[in-house]
């Protein structure tokens, strides 16, 4: 078992590169491994394109090798036609005989299908390596197909008296509270997700952009909660550089919980993920209704001493790390 959480891990390793472009895809780590040395790796292409399996099998120079080889994933191999043809298909065509599988997919098109069809097929097939880190690695997708929502992750800067906002401004744009180091983490972060939130009076106060400027990366979708479809086309966040949904009254019942009718919208457009990055109002509505996974808090080392209080949640803090003059808090929802 030790050799096989060797290679699980090595999988894990290389799925990182498909973050943020695989989406709403898994993104899926495989290795191919003959006497002992790994002969080919892959990882999972920007949707649409191939799955790791198929990249991993693509990179081996001897094919001939292949029937004598193990093959490491992280994910259940698909058993079905999508974009591409279903993987575990290829690797019963390159006779493969032994596959390791860290966790099963809960997708209801694949959960446990492709596992059967490879052991139809003769295969012999292990599964549950490191099944745990697996499932983590794969958080996203999971939450999308078991909790029917997007994976939510609650982002805001505050000051050390705990402000997010000073109560007035001069100028219609952020007033930063982080170091350009933070700030540009935020955007690597942007990279990663599928879509980004935040409420009106973020748009009208702020007029931010929402997308990736200081970090290399796909922009994600803008969404943004107007109730009465009030907002200037004027703003940033209707420019061309991303696309842009508007959730107002005509799509959800802003007289029920919303933060619920805002994932069942998400999840009806296939968004996997998403950053709610404010305002106040908004992301509390979120802790209220317990509809969050993660929170990332920057404190800065200014004060206001008045402004807009920051939201007030309760998690288990995971890491604290600081950047520069700036603290970074990472909670998850416990």
């Given at each position: 078992m030790k050799k096989h959480e060797y290679y699980i891990k090595r999988c894990l390793q290389i799925a990182v590169n498909a973050l943020g472009t695989s989406r709403p895809n898994p993104m899926v780590g495989s290795v191919i491994v003959h006497d002992n040395n790994i002969i080919g790796e892959g990882y999972t292409n920007p949707y649409g394109g191939a799955h790791a399996e198929v990249n991993a099998i693509k990179s081996v120079k001897d094919k001939s090798k292949l029937a004598e080889s193990i093959l490491y994933v992280t994910l259940e191999p698909c058993s079905h036609f999508g974009k591409t043809p279903p993987c575990s298909d290829l690797i019963i065509d390159h006779i493969?005989?032994?596959?390791?599988?860290?966790?099963?997919?809960?997708?209801?098109?694949?959960?446990?299908?492709?596992?059967?069809?490879?052991?139809?097929?003769?295969?012999?097939?292990?599964?549950?390596?490191?099944?745990?880190?697996?499932?983590?690695?794969?958080?996203?997708?999971?939450?999308?197909h078991n909790e029917k929502r997007p994976y939510i992750i609650l982002k805001w800067a505050?000051?050390?008296?705990?402000?997010?906002?000073?109560?007035?401004?001069?100028?219609?744009?952020?007033v930063w509270i982080t170091n350009q180091y933070s700030r540009q983490l935020v955007h690597k972060w942007r990279a990663e997700e599928q879509a980004i939130l935040v409420g009106t009076n973020t748009v009208k106060e702020d007029n931010p952009s929402l997308t990736v400027r200081?970090?290399?990366?796909?922009?994600?979708?803008?969404?943004?909660?107007?109730?009465?479809?009030?907002?200037?086309?004027?703003?940033?966040?209707f420019n061309d550089r991303a696309k842009t949904l508007v959730i107002s009254s005509s799509i959800i019942d802003f007289e029920k919980p919303v933060a619920n009718q805002v994932c069942q919208f998400l999840y009806n457009k296939?968004?996997?993920?998403?950053?709610?990055?404010?305002?106040?109002?908004?992301?509390?509505?979120?802790?209220d209704e317990g509809l969050w996974d993660e929170a990332r808090i920057f404190t800065g080392d200014i004060q206001f001493n008045n402004g807009l209080q920051a939201p007030k949640l309760k998690g288990e803090l995971v890491s604290e790390t600081k950047i520069l003059n700036d603290t970074l808090k990472i909670l998850v929802n416990d």
């Open positions: 493969i005989p032994k596959v390791v599988i860290g966790c099963i997919d809960d997708n209801p098109e694949v959960a446990g299908k492709g596992i059967a069809k490879l052991k139809a097929s003769g295969c012999n097939v292990t599964v549950g390596i490191l099944e745990d880190m697996c499932k983590k690695h794969h958080k996203r997708f999971f939450t999308f505050e000051t050390s008296d705990g402000f997010i906002a000073p109560i007035t401004k001069n100028e219609q744009k952020p200081d970090w290399d990366g796909q922009n994600p979708v803008r969404v943004v909660t107007d109730i009465n479809e009030n907002l200037s086309h004027n703003f940033s966040v296939n968004i996997n993920s998403i950053i709610i990055e404010g305002g106040a109002k908004t992301l509390q509505t979120f802790i």
